[in-house]
């Protein structure tokens, strides 16, 4: 039972007595029981916001007590009455008293009398502490804001009387001045002589003349004092100061605006579907989704008219006493902040019912949301507190420092950049499920495999995909050609997981093609394909920039993906990508799968025991967000544990890869990134942290089992719960020599196999595994399993004939992701045998290998065989993690296709001592440090390739240490081949583009007039040269806001170059319109314009778009107004289409929409990603206090740079014109501002008022 709550029971009687002695209003009124059927007269006295009441007049101790604050009361209409009781209700006047808990009974009173009813509700509705506290701020603002009249009337006071005391001076002065004049007066009167008529008529004129002079040297004066203060810093910082809070005032509307679509076109339609009789979402999922939205609302709907009341009292603007009421609620914002992620992750699992879907799509299809979605307006909120702070920053610019509000507007800006930072961090971090969702939408028929939330997209781009049957006929020719273009273009995105193939419709929306979701599971990656010769000839016709996929799915028939990039740069950074995704996802899975126990436990043993990769710590701290390899991503962070995250040899997460390799230049410098890669060659086991190391190196289970016998090392004491691997005997051997090899081992589906004829040996553990047949789904064949030394003497088997080995050959070429043809692999296996030792292993027959080169294993310079357990039962399956390591570092590159899930594998070596066996793990640290040093290596040659070519110290490093890598004795075939093509990719140039550069342009022939040019002529070259200057930007240049500093010419030389183009063409626009003298030759030319720009819109220039509106909407252009006026209605239309594509409204909604539905070649609009990256650089520093690097401010710009560069890679196959070029670039007849306004005016001179 709820205990009652305990009251001072003595100073309640007391307020009851005082209340009834002083109370604000007193009488009596009748109370309705609480079982609502009977009233009860009683005696209430109010006190303050305390309401007693007693059983009568003379009571000495109240009988209840009612709190008001916060309450509401009204009055309220009277019961409809009996007719035997109508008379006596008549004479009733009735009020409530609601209370705003939802639980809580209203208070029902009445009276006898209407005055008495209305004075009590009157008394009650004050009663409210928080009502006068309103109030008594309300005095106190007005009482600070009387006492600074009264300052300032004090002072002007002052002023006053010091100038009636210098005018009392100045009086006395000139009385004395008065009469000495009146004697000399009296004197000349005294004289006799009389001045002449003529000379007073003369002296009225001097004194006319000089009248009239000292008016105009006061009004000259004056305005001479006007005109320096117009002119003033002060004057014109305070112009700017207004301009800024004119703008604020404009996007706090359009956020208000956004606000109101938010809660009213979603929030309270998901409220009443989810009280529905078949609710397509619940009531926690809309809380979840939508948590403090209507809050947030509300909040700028007060801070709005707060706004609009300072403008309307204009030029007097106090601004800091909004921020104020602002700041106390900024913990609302924290939580709307804290739960972004969660409400994301939220509606995209809400998301895969149907009903849901098709009913936000309904939503989102309403005219105020212009095509914009859900996650977009809930991501709104969280740009607006670093938009208050730029204004914040640019309103103390313009503040003097004396300024009356400088200080409150300081600690305002402080407060929002804490909060900031938050901000900045959450949109990172959810950014990877805003961008599937919204690849979600743009596909017409939905991919539900892009609403889990662990997918991270990697890139996107267009490639043509050539059919399996034509891939022999297609020349680069026709590659070319736009029939083949059309058919075959498709617009792929990579995730982590998978590739999506899809085409391009009509309307900007995507269709999956068939076979359009790619597991990269199950794909095997064929970089330089292999086939016959006339495959070989196409794929030189083809300069080689195809790839093939092959895709084996477990439940369906495979099929091969072959695509063609537009450049050896793009396939290089797509296959990069493509193999990076399948290695990470092969050694998770088989990690994970190593490390499942009976608690379903699937996170990597030497992972999970690692607490440095999900504890903070002094140098590193986490998010919430996993990576593309299940481990937490990294916020803030030392440069040597980034450095150490780079070279960790248990995984590599392609997004952090990508953005590490694009941001390094922050923090880091190239020269120490390359000598940390080196010192992972060279000290391989550096690379591993120490409880790893010791996980690695403990065998003691597999030592016990094999050999019967404790280990030497107490950190090999360590206990797992894997059972033996399946024991080979001594006596046994593989019927031929494998070739070394980082290539997974992947067990394929097969046969089931039957151990009972395996010869055991004396420990037994082979015929206890014979007896569980079969062990899982999948079994593996034994024969294919065995490898060994270099040093074994090749024993020719005699059921081997040569339809074996053709197989064996076949097989061979499907083995892996690879670069290169391996056909020479299979000559050098015969070819390579040395002599065999005295005690050579022999092979069973039973056992024979018939098929043994469908995958290969490590092979030991030491003799020692390595074998594969099979899959066991989950009660009794799990692997030792040195196993486990050595299949998941094994090969980054190099990977087996599978129908089947990865199994679990073992590297067990029997009968050897355990230095010799830990020679061998260090072996295996050796191969995968020499393949993480590779990886990442071939990663940043061929997609950073301007780091090699403008650092030729950097470049001959890189290859000095390649080619010391590859006269390493015990380097792998792959590992040479590797190092090789990545040597290649240095010294060769690549010619797959040989487009003219805008230097080139600017050396031909002279200009010809704009009459001469068509405007296809002149769109087609706007494109190609918009897109010369835009692709040759080097991404370091989008670090630090370098094209805002002082120095921004030295910086970033090439994003000023692209502003001083955009900024030539459109002065060339408006000169030209301006040129002509009649107006039918000037409405041509503005025509002629339009058109430019409409094609320039087809051909995907936005960029060209908003250089032609933009000079349109020059004040010395658009004030002609007689010109306009003979503008067609159909070309004005056209203007105003334009205009609302490329309109900044809404962070330019208008144009990242449409770059999201076209397809590259296109020409972005620069200054849209500059607005973004000056709101990611202004919000969060570089480092933090703790001199950590912001990782997660460095994937944000990370991903901008991705989408830019994405539009770089494409070049348009348009023809240079050299006249139409040379046109575009002369600067030489361009006008300059005021010339440009000039000319206007004589055009059409101004109309006085």
């Known amino acids: 039972m709820q205990k009652g709550i305990r009251l001072n029971d003595g100073h309640v009687t007391y307020l009851g007595l005082l209340a009834k002695k002083d109370g604000t209003r007193r009488g009596c009124l009748s109370k309705k029981s609480s079982d609502n059927t009977k009233w009860h007269t009683k005696w209430f006295a109010l006190l303050q916001n305390m309401l007693f009441y007693f059983e009568n007049e003379s009571s000495s101790r109240p009988s209840g007590l009612y709190l008001l604050e916060g309450c509401i009361c009204d009055r309220a209409p009277s019961p409809k009455p009996s007719l035997s009781a109508k008379e006596c209700l008549e004479k009733q006047y009735y009020f409530t008293v609601s209370f705003t808990h939802e639980n809580q009974k209203a208070l029902e009173l009445r009276t006898e009398d209407v005055k008495d009813c209305d004075e009590w509700v009157a008394a009650i509705s004050h009663a409210s502490y928080r009502n006068l506290a309103t109030e008594h701020e309300g005095l106190m603002q007005k009482y600070l804001h009387l006492l600074q009249i009264v300052e300032t009337e004090k002072t002007v006071a002052k002023q006053l009387r010091q100038q009636i005391e210098d005018g009392e001076i100045e009086i006395e002065r000139l009385k004395s001045e008065i009469a000495g004049l009146l004697k000399d007066n009296e004197k000349i009167h005294a004289s006799p002589a009389a001045a002449p008529t003529d000379d007073d008529s003369e002296i009225k004129k001097i004194k006319k003349v000089q009248s009239f002079l000292r008016g105009w040297i006061c009004r000259r004066k004056w305005k001479t004092i006007i005109q320096d203060y117009i002119r003033s810093p002060h004057a014109e910082s305070m ?143 969280m740009f607006q507190i670093p938009r208050y702070i730029l204004t914040l920053h640019e309103l103390l610019a313009h503040t003097p420092h004396e300024h009356i509000e400088r200080n409150s507007l300081d600690y305002a800006k402080s407060k929002l950049e804490e909060l900031s930072r938050i901000m900045h961090d959450e949109v990172s971090e959810t950014e990877n499920i805003r961008k599937n969702l919204a690849i979600e939408r743009m596909i017409v028929e939905g991919c539900e495999i892009l609403l889990d939330t662990s997918q991270t997209f990697v890139r996107q781009g267009s490639l043509i995909q050539v059919p399996m049957s034509e891939k022999g006929k297609i020349t680069r020719g026709r590659l070319g050609s736009l029939s083949l273009k059309k058919e075959g273009e498709r617009q792929c995105f990579l995730f982590s997981k998978h590739l999506i193939i899809c085409t391009r419709g009509s309307g900007g929306k995507l269709h999956l093609t068939k076979n359009g979701v790619v597991s990269l599971i199950d794909c095997t990656l064929l970089e330089d394909t292999e086939g016959t010769d006339d495959e070989y000839k196409s794929g030189q016709d083809m300069e080689h920039l195809d790839f093939k996929i092959v895709v084996e799915p477990k439940d369906s ?158 950190r090999a004491s360590r206990k797992f719960s894997s059972p033996p691997p399946l024991a080979i005997a001594k006596n046994s051997s593989p019927n031929r020599r494998r070739k070394l090899s980082l290539n997974i081992p992947i067990i394929t589906g097969g046969k ?136 998941a570092t094994a090969g980054a590159n190099e990977g087996t296709p599978t129908k089947e899930k990865y199994r679990r594998m073992s590297l067990a070596s029997t009968g050897f001592p355990t230095d010799q066996r830990n020679g061998d793990k260090e072996f295996v640290i050796r191969r995968a440090a020499t393949n993480r040093v590779l990886n990442v290596l071939r990663h940043w040659v061929s997609k950073h390739s301007p780091d090699f070519e403008s650092n030729n110290e950097l470049k001959t490093k890189v290859i000095a240490f390649l080619e010391e890598v590859m006269h390493d004795p015990e380097l792998l075939t792959q590992e040479r081949k590797a190092a090789a093509n990545i040597i290649r ?204 690097v912001n990782f997660s401010k460095m994937r944000m710009i990370s991903h901008i740079i991705r989408e ?29 501002e005021e010339s440009m306004y000039e000319a206007s005016l004589r055009i059409e001179p101004k109309v006085p008022n």
């Open 239 to 381: 112009r700017k100061r207004n301009q800024v809070v004119f703008s604020m005032v404009d996007s706090e509307a359009e956020y208000v605006q956004q606000l109101h679509i938010l809660v009213n076109n979603f929030l309270r339609p998901l409220r009443m579907a989810a009280s529905s009789k078949k609710p397509p979402i619940t009531h926690d999922d809309v809380s979840s989704i939508f948590l403090n939205s209507e809050t947030i609302m509300f909040l700028h709907q007060i801070f709005y008219q707060g706004l609009k009341a300072r403008i309307a009292s204009w030029p007097t603007l106090v601004l800091a006493d909004l921020f104020d009421i602002l700041l106390p609620m900024l913990n609302i914002y924290q939580e709307f902040v804290r739960n972004h992620q969660y409400s994301l992750q939220i509606l995209a699992h809400c998301k895969q019912n149907r009903d849901f879907d098709k009913l936000l799509k309904q939503y989102e299809a309403k005219p105020d949301c212009e095509e914009r979605t859900l996650e977009t307006f809930l991501t709104y909120p």
């Open 985 to 1188: 990719t240095l010294t060769q140039e690549d010619h797959g583009d040989n487009q003219i550069t805008l230097e080139d342009v600017t050396q031909l022939g002279k200009a010809e007039p704009f009459e001469s040019h068509s405007a296809l002529e002149i769109a087609e070259q706007l494109t190609l040269l918009d897109h010369l200057v835009f692709k040759v930007i080097p991404y370091e240049e989008f670090f630090g806001q370098g094209w805002m500093k002082n120095d921004k010419n030295e910086k970033t030389p090439y994003i000023m170059r692209t502003t001083k183009h955009f900024n030539d063409v459109s002065n060339l626009i408006a000169t030209e319109i301006l040129r002509c003298e009649d107006v039918v030759t000037r409405v041509s030319v503005i025509e002629k314009w339009v058109a430019v720009a409409d094609i320039c819109r087809c051909l995907h220039n936005y960029n060209a778009v908003l250089e032609i509106t933009s000079s349109l909407n020059r004040s010395s252009v658009f004030r002609l107004k007689k010109t306009w006026l003979k503008v067609s209605k159909q070309t004005k239309a056209l203007i105003d289409k334009l205009q609302k594509l490329v309109s900044s409204e809404g962070r330019f909604k208008n144009l990242r929409e449409a770059l999201k539905n076209c397809d590259p070649p296109c020409v972005p609009y620069l200054g849209m990603y500059l607005t973004d990256l000056a709101f990611i650089e202004e919000g969060t520093p570089n480092y933090t206090e703790d001199n950590l």
């Open 1204 to 1232: 830019i560069r994405q539009f770089q890679q494409t070049a348009y196959k348009i023809d240079l014109q050299p006249k139409s070029a040379q046109y575009l670039l002369d600067v030489s007849s361009i006008l300059d």
């Open 752 to 887: 089931a196999l039957d151990l009972a004829a395996l010869s055991c040996s004396s420990n037994g553990y082979a015929s206890m595994y014979s007896s569980m047949s079969p062990f899982s789904k999948t079994t593996l064949d034994i024969n294919k399993l065995y490898v060994s030394s270099p040093i074994a003497s090749k024993i020719p088997d005699e059921g081997e004939d040569k339809k074996d080995k053709a197989e064996d050959a076949r097989s061979e070429q499907n083995l892996s992701v690879r670069e290169e043809s391996d056909n020479d692999q299979n000559q050098s296996d015969d070819g390579d045998a040395e002599a065999s030792p005295t005690k050579s292993p022999t092979t069973p027959k039973n056992i024979k290998c018939k098929n043994s080169s469908e995958f290969s294993l490590f092979s030991y310079n030491n003799g020692m065989v390595m074998s594969s357990c099979r899959e066991l039962d989950s009660n009794r399956s799990a692997l030792s993690a040195a196993s486990a390591f050595a299949i």
């Open 557 to 714: 028939q495979s099929f091969t993906v072959i695509l063609v990039a537009s450049s050896r740069q793009e396939k290089s950074a797509w296959t990069s990508d493509i193999s990076q995704c399948i290695d990470n996802i092969r050694c998770n899975g088989l990690m994970m799968n190593a490390f499942e126990d009976n608690s379903k436990v699937t996170v990597p043993q030497m992972i999970k025991s690692d607490s440095s990769l999900y504890c903070d710590d002094v140098d590193i701290r986490f998010s919430k967000m996993m990576n593309s390899c299940k481990v937490l991503q990294i916020r803030y962070a030392s440069v040597e544990r980034l450095l150490e995250r780079l070279t960790d040899l248990r995984f590599l997460s392609i997004d952090f890869l990508n953005t590490f390799l694009h941001s390094y230049r922050v923090f880091t410098t190239a020269d120490v990134v390359l000598d940390k890669l080196i010192t992972i060659y060279k000290k391989p086991i550096s690379a591993i942290p120490a409880r790893s190391l010791e996980l690695f190196f403990a065998s003691s289970q597999n030592s016990k089992l094999l050999y019967g016998e404790p280990p030497s090392s107490p």
